[in-house]
């Protein structure tokens, strides 16, 4: 099951999608901040058939929410009431990350999406393995 990653700001918004299986995120596009991004947002993730969707939890250098944070919520909120599960996955300077790894380019935002998801999907990945991996306890 593909899962979409977002990397919310106030100008742009990165788009990474999962690979079919959960391991892999990949940038997909960048969108424009706009009136009709969550509807946007739903058409693609209806087009890659996507159940969950992950949010970057941004926050300032302090850990306090900053202005991408508030609008990211109704837009989380918006998501969940069209069905979708939307997790959050903390976040902090991906966009400027990606910056000194690649270089500056139209695909940067998609690209800081795409290493939020890789984050929630190697947690997940992480606590599947701790689990198969845990002995069951025995009564003595």
Do not use: C
């Given at each position: 099951?593909?899962?979409?990653?977002?990397?919310?700001?106030?100008?742009?918004?990165?788009?990474?999608?999962?690979?079919?299986?959960?391991?892999?995120?990949?940038?997909?596009?960048?969108?424009?901040?706009?009136?009709?991004?969550?509807?946007?947002?739903?058409?693609?993730a209806?087009?890659?058939?996507?159940?969950?969707?992950?949010?970057?939890?941004?926050k300032?250098?302090?850990?306090?929410?900053?202005?991408?944070?508030?609008?990211?919520?109704?837009?989380?909120?918006?998501?969940?009431?069209?069905?979708?599960?939307?997790?959050?996955?903390?976040?902090?300077?991906?966009?400027?990350?990606?910056?000194?790894?690649?270089?500056?380019?139209?695909?940067?935002?998609?690209?800081?999406?795409a290493?939020?998801?890789?984050?929630?999907?190697?947690?997940?990945?992480?606590?599947?393995?701790?689990?198969?991996?845990?002995?069951?306890?025995?009564?003595?």
């Amino acid at each position: 099951m593909k899962i979409l990653g977002i990397d919310y700001g106030t100008k742009r918004i990165g788009i990474a999608m999962s690979d079919e299986m959960g391991q892999f995120a990949f940038p997909l596009l960048v969108l424009d901040q706009s009136s009709s991004l969550a509807a946007e947002i739903k058409e693609i993730a209806k087009a890659h058939e996507v159940r969950d969707i992950v949010i970057g939890e941004s926050k300032d250098y302090k850990g306090k929410a900053n202005e991408s944070l508030a609008a990211a919520t109704n837009l989380k909120e918006t998501l969940e009431d069209a069905g979708f599960a939307v997790h959050w996955e903390p976040e902090f300077m991906t966009s400027m990350h990606v910056e000194r790894l690649q270089g500056k380019s139209d695909l940067t935002d998609a690209s800081a999406a795409a290493i939020i998801l890789q984050s929630f999907l190697d947690k997940k990945a992480h606590a599947n393995y701790v689990q198969e991996d845990e002995e069951p306890s025995r009564a003595e």
